[in-house]
């Protein structure tokens, strides 16, 4: 659901030759995305954005990017995290009472 | 990071208050896996079903983002827990102290694992407010599982939780390649 996915020069160009999910797919992966806000932001379902993004890397229209196993045990990393989390700022609080 | 816990509980509240972005959510297929629990004698040609499943993102800097999913509130859905899981930094278990025992599935899940957890009791207007070390016993988590009071709704409580997660997340490696040395 994290991999990461983006558009290769190749699909770009071969864009307007796409039909339907393929041409949406590529479109909103100009910039690099995870698999899960594709599916979310063209509203398909989960498992057709996987299906749908391995044909397009075997055609050579899409890079899929999975994240590296040990970085979630990487103490550098944790410490990056930990730092940015903290300059979120708060603004932005209490705002949603709906569930 | 996985968002875990009982339904209703305030996952999607959670989600959003720390999400940079509007939580999106996404349907994810529940596949023959549940086809023995589900029911399917009355709708025989049903033969999928969906879960929805939020999440939001929080950009650390350049080359590092966090992704919050939500985890589907029943606990049959445990196969899709296993795939956020799988590399996940580490959960937070949101409980609500009137129905403490909701989140007792997603506590036994994460220990079993061996994925870092904290508890996060989020303090509903009216509940009664608990000491973090009632609810650690009533749940009888391992020695140095963090609880933390929040409330779903303030980012600066969302962000308290995942700080405190982390931390402990880290201590819990740090341990291991101790262990693993010695």
């Given at each position: 659901v994290e991999t990461q996915v983006v558009a290769t020069a190749e699909g770009l160009r071969e864009l307007d030759r796409l039909t339907f999910e393929r041409h949406d797919i590529v479109a909103v992966c100009r910039r690099p995305q995870s698999i899960a806000e594709i599916a979310a932001k063209l509203r398909l379902h989960l498992n057709v954005v996987r299906v749908l993004a391995e044909d397009l890397r075997s055609a050579g229209q899409l890079s899929v990017h999975v994240p590296h196993a040990g970085t979630a045990q990487d103490a550098s990393v944790l410490r990056r995290v930990i730092d940015g989390l903290r300059t979120i700022p708060d603004s932005r609080g209490a705002l949603r009472d709906s569930d | 990071?996985?968002?875990?816990?009982?339904?209703?509980?305030?996952?999607?509240?959670?989600?959003?208050?720390?999400?940079?972005?509007?939580?999106?959510?996404?349907?994810?297929?529940?596949?023959?896996?549940?086809?023995?629990?589900?029911?399917?004698?009355?709708?025989?040609?049903?033969?999928?079903?969906?879960?929805?499943?939020?999440?939001?993102?929080?950009?650390?800097?350049?080359?590092?983002?966090?992704?919050?999913?939500?985890?589907?509130?029943?606990?049959?859905?445990?196969?899709?827990?296993?795939?956020?899981?799988?590399?996940?930094?580490?959960?937070?278990?949101?409980?609500?102290?009137?129905?403490?025992?909701?989140?007792?599935?997603?506590?036994?899940?994460?220990?079993?694992?061996?994925?870092?957890?904290?508890?996060?009791?989020?303090?509903?207007?009216?509940?009664?407010?608990?000491?973090?070390?009632?609810?650690?016993?009533?749940?009888?988590?391992?020695?140095?599982?963090?609880?933390?009071?929040?409330?779903?709704r303030s980012r600066e409580s969302g962000k308290e939780v995942l700080i405190a997660l982390v931390e402990h997340a880290g201590r819990m490696h740090t341990a291991r390649m101790l262990d693993s040395v010695g």
């Open positions: - | 990071m996985v968002i875990a816990g009982g339904f209703g509980v305030g996952k999607t509240t959670t989600v959003g208050s720390i999400s940079e972005i509007a939580p999106l959510t996404t349907e994810a297929a529940i596949t023959e896996v549940a086809a023995g629990v589900d029911d399917l004698t009355h709708t025989p040609h049903k033969t999928t079903t969906t879960v929805a499943m939020d999440f939001g993102t929080i950009t650390i800097d350049p080359t590092l983002k966090l992704y919050l999913f939500g985890t589907p509130g029943q606990d049959r859905f445990w196969f899709l827990w296993d795939e956020l899981s799988n590399g996940a930094l580490g959960a937070v278990v949101l409980a609500d102290t009137r129905r403490l025992e909701d989140c007792f599935p997603a506590v036994d899940f994460f220990e079993h694992r061996g994925i870092p957890f904290a508890v996060a009791v989020n303090c509903f207007p009216g509940s009664r407010t608990f000491r973090t070390q009632d609810v650690s016993r009533a749940l009888d988590l391992e020695a140095g599982t963090p609880v933390v009071l929040c409330d779903a």
